[in-house]
């Protein structure tokens, strides 16, 4: 079947779905630049194909077709249809990478019509990385690269684009109440996600009724569609939540298939991770007062006045903020503006002249003379600065960037859109965890190709069966160092971290930088004693708890109140806590949907957890993970913070939003998130005294990135000689290195006498993307978020401590507090406790047992 015959029926295929075929692979590329050279009645049909069907960047069709314009520019080969100066228009669609070489060449090509087009082209080309020092050079001798460096220098690239209109008008599309990241890219969808157009049809699926045709029938209105909702993109950094309505709301982007920009979302909380998303992506995010918003309204938007008009009167009014939003959305995105700005301020500097006015410059606050908060500190260190402030605009060194396997499809995408062939971030990782246990075709094809595409760029890739992302990132982690991560629950308990969706990770991890709009931060400070059969997750839950109890939270979503939305939460009062358990407070913060979090840590626990990384670090070489040199660049690192163990500390008058004080004396028994809401917290009695929970317990997860080796040995050793748990129960351990040690010392023998079905290490049901369980049972997870349908259709879940989870599955419900405490004390103290909660010191290990652990 020729090329024409495939592409048209698979066009015909999709179109039956209403969304456009693939774009071309490398291969269909090039069997198309034969036909272009041919005779042929399908020209027309040939050379659309060739200009909007092949992604840009460094994709590996794009090689092909740079390669054939440059060629058809050298007059080394012939078309019909693409003449020199066509193919010279052509290259400049591009966006960077593969065409950037070719269109530099032609600067100098003897035809000046060829060589005027290109200078033409090169001044909306932004991702010219390295060769901007050969234009540079050549504008010494060169007209056109001397017009092309003075067009950079003039921001041409961005004042010929249009401006943010004073006034939008626009349709509602309003979903009320809260919508998260898992009803805009539902995770049993995971695999479709780099997709778009297709992904983008499960949007909102279990949420309301025909939400792509109520779409369709809004439009016939004829104003674009504006999102809105109550509480807008909680949950997990998915970019592919943002991508989704994008595609049903935003714009076409020119030669770039499959995908669109801009697009408004209006929330009274837009999530911050979601709303960062959105202004990488070209969207415009506002958080405004929505209750006078209906379903089909239609809507007068004044962006720089900050009002809402409905029939003539005001109903909303809102601050643009940050205020550089409008170049951002002039831009096409906060990323290719950051881009645009860097290289005009190269050019400027090349050519002598002062900095530009053309842009607005982020508005810094001023300096309160106050002292800096820890996550202050740990910010201002990544900018080469003592501290910064709330408000302040920065771009901090990122040394440490993750990527997981259900956004990591959509990561490499944005990295050869941004036309990258190496990493800059100091240590770059992919994970596998999300698809290694019940993988699909597509997931094995990811796990054969993106590992290459990750590790020929410098990165470190783990393999399917590892683990979860986290766990394994923190034990590469610096201290008191700044990172991000394709998942909300990358989070550094010995620094921080500012998750991000795959475009801000992939930028992070091209550039080693990310912008950074610098938050409020939120004091938790414990104090006290931890009490007899209380967890780190009853503290993690204890947080809510005690803010909803201070009027800080509330779990209604209408007029919705959150103190840690969009803040840091930092954490004190707990500094003798191992880093693992530290990790549960960090990762919890997702939940809360702060920005980041931070916590003190005395000193000795970090050193105990740096040495042992080092060693896991270099078994990892050993074991022949690559890259190999960028290993070695890390433990290098880790020696050197080893050599001199310093760590950041808050300044005693600090500032923060607000300080919250748990005391731990008063926490005498387990609290747990309630379905389905992870805000949603009580104590186990009251839970036992609320007539409309659910009681029983039908299925019991231990797993998630919540957990630790320390949880396993305790779910065991209440499990042990006590027959068939009472719940049908899933044990997924997070590395493979707890999982070995597990089995080494007998717990996976008591899981089985249990009746446990037990998966390899990753994210399992936390994610719910693969196994599922029972329509409408009732859960207890010790995963990390309860969303409705997020773990099965219908089901209501409980968070809560694994200690917790293995007396209700044992049960089959939920025990009173005596029953609990009864226990624990029987099983889980009295000596046992050293024993049971010790963690992977891989540096105590004796070689034989560590290579049996790693491999």
Request: net charge negative.
């Amino acid at each position: 079947m020729s090329l024409v015959t495939q592409y048209r029926a698979h066009t015909e295929e999709r179109a039956q779905q209403g969304i456009p075929p693939l774009p071309l692979t490398a291969d269909q590329a090039r069997e198309l630049i034969l036909l272009l050279q041919q005779q042929s009645e399908e020209k027309e049909y040939l050379l659309k194909l060739f200009c909007e069907h092949i992604s840009p960047g460094v994709d590996d069709a794009a090689f092909e077709k740079a390669a054939f314009l440059d060629a058809v520019i050298k007059g080394e080969s012939a078309c019909d249809v693409i003449t020199p100066v066509e193919a010279v228009r052509i290259l400049g669609t591009m966006l960077g990478g593969y065409n950037v070489k070719p269109l530099v060449d032609a600067l100098g090509h003897a035809d000046s019509a060829v060589a005027a087009e290109a200078a033409l082209m090169l001044r909306n080309v932004l991702l010219v990385y390295d060769s901007f020092d050969v234009v540079a050079e050549l504008a010494a001798t060169n007209a056109f690269a001397k017009e092309v460096l003075q067009s950079w220098a003039d921001a041409e690239w961005f004042t010929t684009r249009p401006a943010l209109p004073e006034k939008m008008t626009l349709t509602v599309f309003k979903v009320p109440g809260e919508t998260n990241t898992d009803d805009l890219s539902p995770a049993s969808e995971a695999f479709t996600r780099s997709d778009i157009p297709l992904h983008a049809l499960c949007m909102l699926g279990s949420k309301m009724d025909d939400p792509i045709g109520t779409i369709a029938r809004l439009k016939e209105k004829g104003h674009p569609l504006a999102y809105v909702g109550d509480v807008v993109g909680t949950g997990s950094s998915r970019k592919s939540g943002i991508n989704s309505v994008q595609w049903h709301l935003g714009e076409d982007i020119p030669a770039v298939p499959n995908k669109r920009t801009a697009g408004v979302v209006i929330g009274g909380i837009v999530a911050p991770i979601f709303f960062n998303t959105a202004e990488d992506s070209g969207a415009l995010p506002i958080q405004a007062d929505v209750n006078a918003m209906e379903m089909g309204d239609v809507i007068d938007l004044y962006p720089y006045e900050g009002r809402i008009e409905k029939n003539g009167q005001i109903i909303s009014r809102f601050d643009l903020a940050p205020n550089t939003l409008a170049d951002e959305m002039r831009a096409g995105g906060r990323i290719p503006l950051i881009i645009g700005r860097t290289l005009t301020a190269r050019a400027r500097k090349v050519l002598g002249l002062g900095e530009t006015d053309i842009f607005t410059l982020p508005e810094q606050p001023a300096d309160s003379g106050k002292g800096y908060t820890l996550a202050q500190k740990m910010i201002g260190k990544a900018c080469g600065l003592p501290g910064v402030r709330p408000g302040m605009y920065v771009e901090p060194e990122t040394l440490t960037v993750g990527s997981q396997d259900t956004t990591g499809a959509m990561t490499r995408d944005e990295i050869k859109e941004l036309a990258a062939l190496s990493f800059s971030a100091d240590l770059f990782m992919q994970s596998f965890c999300h698809t290694a246990a019940y993988p699909k075709p597509s997931d094995i094809k990811l796990h054969r190709s993106l590992p290459y595409f990750i590790m020929s760029r410098g990165g470190v890739a783990l393999r399917p069966g590892d683990g979860v992302i986290h766990t394994w990132l923190n034990r590469m982690v610096l201290p008191d160092t700044l990172g991000t991560g394709g998942d909300s629950h990358t989070r550094f308990p010995i620094g921080i971290s500012f998750p991000g969706g795959s475009g801000l990770v992939a930028f992070a991890g091209v550039t080693g930088t990310m912008p950074l709009n610098v938050p409020e931060s939120v004091l938790v400070r414990f104090k006290g004693e931890l009490q007899e059969g209380i967890t780190l997750r009853d503290l993690v839950n204890a947080i809510p708890y005690v803010a909803i109890k201070q009027g800080l939270l509330t779990v209604e979503k209408k007029g919705k109140k959150n103190i840690f939305a969009g803040r840091i939460l930092e954490i004190e009062g707990l500094p003798q806590l191992k880093v693992e358990q530290a990790f549960e407070l960090s990762d919890a913060s997702a939940e809360r949907s702060a920005a980041a979090c931070t916590v003190r840590l005395d000193k000795e626990p970090v050193i105990e957890y740096l040495s042992s990384n080092v060693t896991l670090l270099e078994q990892m070489i050993e074991e022949g993970y690559g890259d190999p040199e960028t290993l070695r660049r890390r433990i290098g690192k880790m020696r050197e913070w080893l050599s001199n163990p310093v760590l950041l500390q808050p300044d005693a008058d600090a500032e923060y939003a607000a300080v919250i004080e748990i005391d731990l004396n008063t926490i005498k028994e387990p609290v747990l998130a309630c379905p389905n809401d992870p805000d949603d917290v009580m104590t186990l009695s009251e839970v036992l005294l609320d007539e409309s929970r659910p009681k029983q317990i039908d299925e019991v997860f231990v797993g998630s990135c919540m957990t630790n080796i320390g949880h396993f040995r305790a779910l065991g050793e209440v499990l042990r000689n006590k027959g068939v748990a009472s719940a049908r129960l899933w044990i997924v351990p997070p590395t493979k290195m707890d999982m070995n040690k597990l089995i080494e010392e007998g717990y996976y023998s008591v899981f089985g006498a249990a009746g446990a079905r037990m998966e390899i290490p990753g994210c399992s049901l936390c994610m719910g993307n693969q196994a599922r369980v029972a329509d409408n049972a009732v859960v207890f997870s010790t995963s990390t978020r309860n969303f409705d349908n997020r773990m099965g259709k219908g089901a209501q879940v409980y968070l809560g401590s694994a200690e917790l989870a293995a007396v209700a599955a044992l049960l089959g419900h939920l025990p009173d507090k005596d029953e609990y405490l009864e226990v624990v004390r029987k099983q889980l103290s009295g000596g046992k406790e050293q024993e049971i909660y010790r963690y992977l010191n891989f540096h105590q290990l004796g070689k034989e047992e560590l290579q049996v652990l790693v491999d």
